[in-house]
């Protein structure tokens, strides 16, 4: 459970940064919202080489996995909700006389609070499918690995344990 707080915690904060600043700068728009799209589509399995180079085998390589499932789909949620603010609450707001900070946290962030949430709700089925995948081809301690164990040892009582288990865990965390 270490890894994927740490990892789906990374991802919540840099995916609303990111959901923001694309959403409310057309710069940001224009330079990282398409590339932003495209990688959403790109399943999380295929950053395991890379993260594999760059970290190694160990937990890092994992959160890194986990955060990468989980940071297009909340960024692309936040990104939506900043663009469904209705522009009568901004200019009500600005009139009102909010500055730059007081208007992200008084308005827009609260009003794109439902496709925060939402994007927030996906990027966790997504985190937690990288960890199981994760945790299968990486030899490490977790629910995943004893999925394989079961699987090497022809145990099918405890690999639809473990599936019992994941499953259980999923809804209730949703």
Not at 11 to 38: A, D, N, P, Y
Not at 72 to 82: E, H, K, L, P, R
Not at 101 to 125: D, R
Request: charged share 10%; with cysteine.
């Amino acid at each position: 459970m270490k890894r994927i707080a740490i990892g789906y915690g990374i991802s919540i904060g840099v995916g609303v940064f990111l959901g923001l600043l694309i959403g409310r700068f057309r710069i940001f728009e224009e330079t990282l919202g398409s590339l932003i799209s495209g990688l959403q589509t790109l399943p999380t399995i295929c950053w395991l080489p890379l993260a594999l180079l760059w970290f190694g085998l160990n937990d890092t390589t994992i959160i890194f996995l986990v955060f990468m499932g989980a940071v297009f789909s909340i960024t692309v949620a936040t990104d939506a909700g900043v663009k469904s603010v209705p522009q009568l609450y901004i200019r009500a707001a600005r009139t009102m006389g909010a500055k730059r900070w007081n208007l992200y946290f008084e308005v827009i962030i609260p009003a794109a609070l439902p496709h925060i949430i939402t994007g927030m709700k996906q990027g966790w089925s997504f985190a937690w499918r990288s960890l199981m995948a994760a945790e299968l081809l990486i030899v490490c301690l977790g629910l995943g690995h004893l999925m394989m164990i079961g699987r090497e040892l022809n145990d099918m009582s405890q690999v639809i344990a473990v599936m019992i288990v994941i499953i259980v865990i999923g809804i209730l965390v949703d």
